[in-house]
């Protein structure tokens, strides 16, 4: 699937599907057993991810690329930033203006739309919390390809690892398809991304969540 129809894919599930559960499982409301291990994990990668960047980020533009309902773009705020947070959801982004605080709302620009449109200038750092997660090995390094054409510093971003766990889940996935389900996570290794790379980026793993169904490694990409 190309990235285009693999995004469109994503733009339906996330703001027609499925944008009350994302919403929920990001706030503090109960939620299953199940969602409640994703929730940890979801909030173990959040910190991993942000160890990457500088701890001060006074001065800094940072791009929060899939920001959802606006959890990451509101610490690195907390930190300093400058953050232009975009979702390809503009129910998600919305739910992201009501949470941020009053205090912060000045230092967050939200945006509904492609998180790698050019249009958005350059950044002193990025993340993508799971939002390049869905896509092909060679859509992934394009994309960190065109970011580090803008970024003067890391690029931090996830993968869904290619264990034997996630892969038998996704040939599950594939064999009993169902209108309801999220788009396939397709697992990769962090060498099989690096292949495709046209740009001078080096991709580094900076460590791995598992939580119940909750799976991700975090990768560090620098020139």
Not at 99 to 107: F, G, K, V
Not at 133 to 159: K, Q, V
Not at 188 to 197: I, P, T
Request: aromatic residues 6%.
């Amino acid at each position: 699937m190309t990235y285009e129809a693999t995004r469109q894919s994503l733009e339906t599930y996330f703001d027609r599907t499925a944008s009350k559960t994302w919403e929920r499982l990001t706030s503090d409301a109960p939620v299953s057993r199940i969602r409640q291990t994703v929730r940890a994990g979801r909030d173990q990668m959040r910190r991993t991810l942000l160890n990457i960047l500088p701890h001060d980020l006074n001065g800094s533009r940072v791009l929060d690329a899939g920001c959802g309902p606006g959890q990451m773009a509101v610490e690195l705020a907390n930190r300093g930033a400058d953050v232009v947070a975009v979702d390809i959801s503009p129910s998600l982004i919305e739910v992201a203006k009501k949470r941020t605080p009053e205090d912060l709302a000045s230092r967050i620009s939200y945006h509904a739309g492609d998180m790698l449109n050019a249009d958005f200038g350059s950044f002193d750092a990025v993340i993508a919390m799971d939002s390049l997660i869905h896509y092909e090995a060679r859509d992934i390094a394009s994309a960190i390809d065109g970011l580090m054409s803008r970024t003067r510093g890391p690029i931090a971003f996830t993968i869904a690892p290619k264990t034997p766990l996630l892969t038998a889940m996704w040939y599950a996935g594939k064999a009993f398809p169902r209108s309801d389900r999220s788009p396939a996570i397709r697992p990769h290794k962090v060498a099989s991304v690096s292949k495709y790379l046209k740009s001078n980026a080096l991709l580094k793993s900076v460590g791995r969540v598992a939580s119940g169904f909750y799976i991700s490694e975090a990768v560090e990409a620098r020139g």
